[in-house]
């Protein structure tokens, strides 16, 4: 099957969510029906905090990847998991047909013991699946940096090791002001971080999704993006479209810089995320060239 992610750049790509256990998986695919007519190079699967519903997102990564013949990415998390944990999954995931992993150390869960996992970070992780199996692999970044790293230089000295341990590409953490992920990229080029780094982009579409924003991963929050959500956060209409239209900007941006790819917190509304595909879809694909 053509992967254009391993074979395009730049590259547009989705991450969805499942529904909680005690929810139904239909709605999850009436999502995927919409985003998956879009063509993206990938649509990632993410789960829960501590690895929560991650039968779901096995499920559901498997059926993008199968049913519906686009490369899926499962999530997989080594907080709270033991060695032979996260061999078990590697395996169903081998077995359903699912070729990329994004390995993550993982958010702790309030009722969880960090120390519990056999691998204590995502390099360790990394070094594992690439030694003992035929993923490709995918790591996470900040470009505001990790919230428990002591500056951004040191966090990109600990992505390097991850990159050293056999990372393909990175995806970003949400970031909302350009310059933060410039900034990053340039730290992280001199560092020798080699591999291509694709932005996350999350649309700001309702108010209350700014505070949690900022609370689940310190981004920051640009005058322009707090001027618009205080205008039309009332307005669920205008806040909407205001939302897609800033991070269509974003998307033009990065495009114009040479950004490697683009992913979209779709936060499973498939609607937000059709508009600014269509937005942004002329400029994108004029771009696309073959990967040497």
Same mark, same amino acid.
Do not use: W
């Given at each position: 099957m053509n992967n254009a992610f391993e074979e395009m750049l730049p590259n547009f790509s989705f991450e969805i969510f499942p529904p909680k256990r005690t929810g139904s998986l239909e709605s999850i695919y009436d999502t995927v029906d919409a985003l998956a007519s879009l063509r993206p190079d990938l649509?990632?699967?993410?789960y829960g905090a501590g690895g929560s519903n991650r039968g779901n997102t096995i499920e559901i990564a498997s059926t993008i990847q199968n049913r519906y013949m686009l490369p899926a990415v499962a999530h997989l998390t080594c907080v709270g998991s033991s060695l032979e944990?996260?061999? %078990?999954?590697?395996?169903e995931l081998k077995e359903k047909g699912v070729r990329t992993i994004l390995a993550l150390r993982g958010d702790r869960r309030a009722d969880a013991d960090f120390g519990d996992g056999y691998f204590k970070h995502a390099a360790e992780l990394v070094a594992h699946i690439k030694k003992n199996y035929?993923?490709?692999?995918?790591?996470?970044? =900040?470009?505001?940096?990790?919230?428990?790293?002591?500056?951004?230089?040191?966090d990109i000295a600990h992505l390097k090791e991850k990159?050293? %341990?056999?990372?393909? %590409?990175?995806?970003? /953490?949400?970031?909302?002001?350009?310059?933060?992920? =410039?900034?990053?990229?340039?730290?992280? /080029?001199?560092?020798g971080v080699n591999v291509p780094i694709i932005a996350g982009i999350m649309p700001i579409t /309702?108010?209350?999704?700014?505070?949690?924003?900022?609370?689940?991963?310190?981004?920051?929050?640009?005058p322009a993006v707090r001027r618009f959500v205080d205008a =039309?956060?009332?307005?669920?209409?205008?806040?909407?479209?205001?939302?897609?239209?800033?991070?269509?900007?974003?998307?033009?941006?990065?495009?114009?810089?040479g950004v490697e790819g683009i992913h979209i917190y779709s936060m499973n509304k498939a609607?937000?995320?059709?508009?600014?595909?269509?937005?942004?879809?002329?400029?994108? =694909?004029?771009l696309r060239v073959k990967k040497s």
């Amino acid at each position: 099957m053509n992967n254009a992610f391993e074979e395009m750049l730049p590259n547009f790509s989705f991450e969805i969510f499942p529904p909680k256990r005690t929810g139904s998986l239909e709605s999850i695919y009436d999502t995927v029906d919409a985003l998956a007519s879009l063509r993206p190079d990938l649509i990632s699967v993410t789960y829960g905090a501590g690895g929560s519903n991650r039968g779901n997102t096995i499920e559901i990564a498997s059926t993008i990847q199968n049913r519906y013949m686009l490369p899926a990415v499962a999530h997989l998390t080594c907080v709270g998991s033991s060695l032979e944990q996260t061999d %078990a999954l590697l395996a169903e995931l081998k077995e359903k047909g699912v070729r990329t992993i994004l390995a993550l150390r993982g958010d702790r869960r309030a009722d969880a013991d960090f120390g519990d996992g056999y691998f204590k970070h995502a390099a360790e992780l990394v070094a594992h699946i690439k030694k003992n199996y035929d993923f490709r692999v995918l790591g996470a970044c =900040y470009p505001e940096k990790h919230p428990e790293a002591p500056s951004l230089e040191a966090d990109i000295a600990h992505l390097k090791e991850k990159v050293d %341990a056999g990372v393909d %590409a990175l995806i970003t /953490q949400l970031f909302l002001n350009n310059d933060d992920f =410039y900034r990053f990229r340039d730290l992280a /080029q001199k560092a020798g971080v080699n591999v291509p780094i694709i932005a996350g982009i999350m649309p700001i579409t /309702q108010a209350s999704m700014l505070d949690k924003v900022v609370s689940l991963c310190g981004a920051s929050v640009p005058p322009a993006v707090r001027r618009f959500v205080d205008a =039309y956060g009332h307005n669920a209409e205008a806040i909407r479209e205001a939302g897609i239209a800033y991070a269509a900007s974003q998307i033009v941006d990065l495009l114009a810089s040479g950004v490697e790819g683009i992913h979209i917190y779709s936060m499973n509304k498939a609607g937000v995320t059709r508009q600014i595909a269509q937005n942004i879809h002329g400029i994108l =694909y004029s771009l696309r060239v073959k990967k040497s």
